[in-house]
Structures are given as C-alpha cells and as structure tokens.
C-alpha cells in the first residue's frame, strides 16, 4: 500500500484548511455548527474542529502503518466528510458574521454606556427615596419607601454586576 504520498496529500489539505479558516478559527457560533456523528467536539469554534481533523489524520496514519483496512477506510471517508465540511463552513464564514457570541467592542461600549446610565438614574431614584424617607410622618409610607430603597438596592447590585461583566469582557477584547 502506497500510504506516504497519500499521508503527505492529507497533510497538505489540511494544512491549506487550517490557512483558510486562521481568520475565523476563534470565532464562536450560537449553536452547533456540524452534526455530532460527523465531528464529536461540542465546541463551536473552528479550530477546535480543526484539532479533530489532525487528530483523525494521526489515527489515519497509524491504522495505515498497522494495515488495519476497516479502520483506515473508515476514517480516510470520515476525513474526506470532515475537510469537506469545513472547507464548506469557512466559504461561507462571511454570510454568518451575525452568527457569533462575540459583541463588538462598539456594542460593548453602547451597553456599557446604557448600564452606566441605568446605574445613574438607580442612584438618583435612591437618593430621592431616602429624602423622602426622612421626610415622612407615617409609618406606612416609611414602611413603604424602605422597601423601595431595599428594591433598589438590588437593582442597584444587579447593574454594577452587570457593569462588571461587560467591563471584563471589553477588557479581555483589548488584550
């Protein structure tokens, strides 16, 4: 069996495939990108499928150099399958730009200006509440104002958490 030139084929293909997805081999997608039984990776990125074309392709060459036939075959039609696939995936890369998990930094910054916003008006609606608070005779509305400030203390804590996020993400994006 003439498996070095095949291997070196195979090697090659899948070199040229790892060129072509570089630019998007880190982007993820919203939901699975292939069927289960065609790559096992859970992952949505391309790379990660990548790695399992590789690793598929050392298999390869090892059921070759055993002359294990069954498994070879086997495999050798799950790569064809798997580069296909992929090849697909990457020229069609560019109609999916809104299938990814990955804000811009231009969203990023707008949801963060609009949480920063929201955190204002919250603080504002606390300081207003707490004059009132001490401003006020009855029992009743003293009961009821300190439940508002409680609530808005947990929105409060809600949006600096969410601030938080969005600012270790953006963060994370710029590195």
Same mark, same amino acid.
């Given at each position: 069996m003439k498996s070095h030139p095949l291997t070196e084929t195979l090697d090659a293909r899948i070199a040229e495939l790892a060129v072509l997805i570089a630019p998007m081999s880190a982007h993820r997608a919203l939901s699975a990108r292939f069927? &289960?039984?065609?790559?096992?990776?859970?992952s949505t990125l391309l790379g990660d499928c990548l &790695? $399992?074309?590789?690793?598929?392709?050392? %298999?390869?060459? +090892?059921?070759?150099? %055993?002359?294990?036939? +069954?498994?070879?075959?086997? !495999?050798?039609?799950?790569?064809?399958?798997?580069?296909?696939?992929?090849? %697909? $995936?990457?020229?069609?890369? $560019? !109609?999916?730009?809104?299938?990814?998990?990955?804000?811009?930094?231009?969203k990023l910054n707008e949801k963060l200006l609009q949480h920063q916003d929201y955190e204002r008006r919250l603080l504002s609606m606390k300081h207003t509440r707490t004059a009132q !608070?001490? %401003?006020?005779?009855?029992?009743? $509305?003293?009961? &009821?104002?300190?439940r508002e400030l409680e609530a808005l203390d947990g929105r409060i804590d809600r949006c600096r958490d969410a601030l938080e996020k969005i600012t270790r993400v953006a963060e994370r994006r710029t590195r």
């Open positions: 069927d &289960r039984q065609l790559f096992t990776t859970r &790695r $399992e074309i590789e690793d598929n392709g050392q %298999r390869l060459k +090892e059921a070759i150099a %055993r002359n294990n036939v +069954e498994q070879t075959t086997w !495999l050798a039609e799950h790569l064809v399958a798997q580069i296909a696939a992929l090849t %697909r $995936e990457a020229a069609t890369g $560019e !109609l999916r730009c809104f299938d990814t998990t990955r804000p811009s930094l231009v !608070l001490a %401003r006020s005779d009855t029992l009743a $509305e003293q009961q &009821r104002l300190i």
